[in-house]
């Protein structure tokens, strides 16, 4: 089992608002390059995302709930069918999105007991528990030209340490998928 973190993302390391639907000033950033920039399977998730489960915080797990479903393109057919776990104190009915369920317990003892590879996608606040933890495995930043100077940032000033080494790096569109591991067994 795998934790993989995927993040859209700027180059001065900002994660928030990227499609523009949390109505920050500079959100909506990732989309300026086209939406062919974020569509499909940019992350290279293949059958990881076939055989593992989404792990969503409430917040995300709201907003792809409204825009997954509709669709019906082959990336979309795979996100749909996937396994999805909520990360959520309030939210109890996960009927609009196939295959949802909310943590139950303890979001940490979860992914800790999950056997298959666990997929996280925004959810800042479920990353960042994580990467307290120690629990992330992989990082896969699609990095945007872009610098915005705030918001919120995947590695926090005054985070954790991570050591890590590039796994790949490759241009997909305006941006570059980048893969990162860490240089120590872990677990």
């Not at 076939?50 to 996100?79: H, Q």
């Not at 999105?97 to 590879?117: F, N, T, Y």
Request: net charge negative; glycine share 10%.
């Amino acid at each position: 089992m795998s934790v993989i973190v995927i993040e859209f993302i700027t180059l001065d390391g900002i994660v928030s608002d990227p499609d523009g639907s949390a109505g920050t000033p500079a959100g909506g950033w990732a989309f300026r390059h086209g939406p062919q920039a974020v569509a499909g399977d940019k992350f290279r998730l293949g059958s990881v995302l076939d055989d593992g489960v989404l792990l969503l915080g409430r917040r995300t797990w709201e907003l792809f709930s409204r825009l997954w479903p509709g669709r019906d393109d082959p990336f979309a057919a795979r996100m749909n069918a996937v396994p999805k776990l909520v990360a959520s104190r309030t939210l109890t009915d996960t009927s609009a999105w196939a295959g949802s369920q909310v943590i139950e317990d303890d979001l940490i003892d979860a992914v800790k007991r999950e056997q298959r590879d666990v997929i996280i996608t925004g959810s800042l606040s479920v990353v960042h528990a994580l990467m307290a933890e120690d629990l992330i495995d992989e990082y896969r930043l699609l990095t945007f030209p872009t610098v915005l100077g705030t918001g919120d940032r995947l590695f926090p000033e005054g985070g954790p340490a991570a050591y890590l080494r590039c796994l790949s790096a490759e241009q997909s569109g305006a941006a570059v998928l980048t893969r990162y591991g860490f240089e120590r067994a872990r677990r």
